[in-house]
C-alpha cells in the first residue's frame, strides 16, 4: 500500500487480522462515548445492525477528519439474544452472567463496518452470524473462566471462537471473521481495488 490504512479502534483481534493479511495498518483509536450512542439509538427503534454501522461511521469519520487523506477503517460489533443486548463483560461475575443468559440459547453477532476518507464515508458492509451456545451449568461457566482469565472482557459475549471458547457452541453459521468482529473478505476486496500492495 502506498499508505497505510489506519483503523479507527484500539482492538488488538482487529489489528492483528488486519496485519496477518499483510496489510501496513496504524492504530488511532477513536473517542465515542459508545454506551451513550447506542441509548440514544435503542430509543429511536433502531435495530442491532444499525447500531453496528452507525458506530463504525462515527468512529471512522471523527478519525478521519484528523488525518486529512487518510483511508480510516472503523468497525463495531453487537450481541443480540432475544432482543437482549450485550456488551463487554466488566468483571468476572458479570462474565459469568452473560454467559449463563447466552447458554442453551442461539444469539446474533452483527458486525459493520465504515471507511471514511476525509469525514466522508466511502465504503460500508456489514455481515451477520448466528451462534447456538450448549448448555451449560454454573460449575461449567466457573471452570472456563478459570481457564481463560481476563481474555473474556475483550469480546462481547465473553468469548473467542479462536481459543477455548468454541467449546462452548454446538453450532455456528457464519464467517470466522465476522464472528471475530472483522469481515475481512469483502474488506479485502474493497482494500484491492482502491489500494496498491495486495494479492
Not at 493479511?21 to 496504524?26: S, Y
Not at 462515548?33 to 441509548?39: C, I, N, Q, R, Y
Not at 461475575?93 to 458486525?111: E, F, I, P
Not at 465473553?158 to 462452548?168: C, F, K, T, V
Request: aromatic residues 6%.
Amino acid at each position: 500500500m502506498s499508505a497505510p490504512l489506519i483503523l479507527a479502534s484500539g482492538s488488538a483481534t482487529r489489528l492483528r487480522l488486519l496485519r496477518n493479511a499483510g496489510l501496513t495498518v496504524e492504530a488511532v483509536p477513536a473517542a465515542i462515548d459508545e454506551a451513550t450512542v447506542k441509548e440514544s439509538l435503542r430509543a429511536e427503534g433502531a435495530s442491532v445492525a444499525d447500531v453496528a454501522q452507525e458506530l463504525a461511521h462515527l468512529k471512522a469519520e471523527r478519525v478521519s477528519r484528523r488525518l486529512p487523506g487518510a483511508m480510516v477503517l472503523g468497525a463495531d460489533q453487537m450481541l443480540d439474544c432475544g432482543g437482549t443486548w450485550f456488551d463487554k463483560p466488566e468483571s468476572r461475575a458479570g462474565a459469568a452472567t452473560q454467559l449463563l443468559s447466552l447458554a442453551g440459547r442461539t444469539h446474533k453477532l452483527v458486525s459493520g463496518l465504515a471507511i471514511h476518507r476525509d469525514g466522508a464515508s466511502i465504503w460500508t458492509h456489514r455481515a451477520v452470524a448466528t451462534l447456538t451456545m450448549r448448555p451449560l451449568t454454573p460449575a461449567q461457566v466457573e471452570t472456563y473462566l478459570d481457564q481463560t482469565g481476563d481474555s473474556v472482557f475483550s469480546s462481547v459475549g465473553a468469548y473467542h471462537i479462536e481459543g477455548l471458547g468454541l467449546n462452548l457452541f454446538e453450532k455456528i453459521d457464519g464467517d470466522f471473521f465476522t464472528i471475530q468482529g472483522l469481515p475481512m473478505l469483502p474488506l479485502l476486496a474493497f482494500l484491492r481495488v482502491h489500494t496498491m500492495g495486495l494479492v
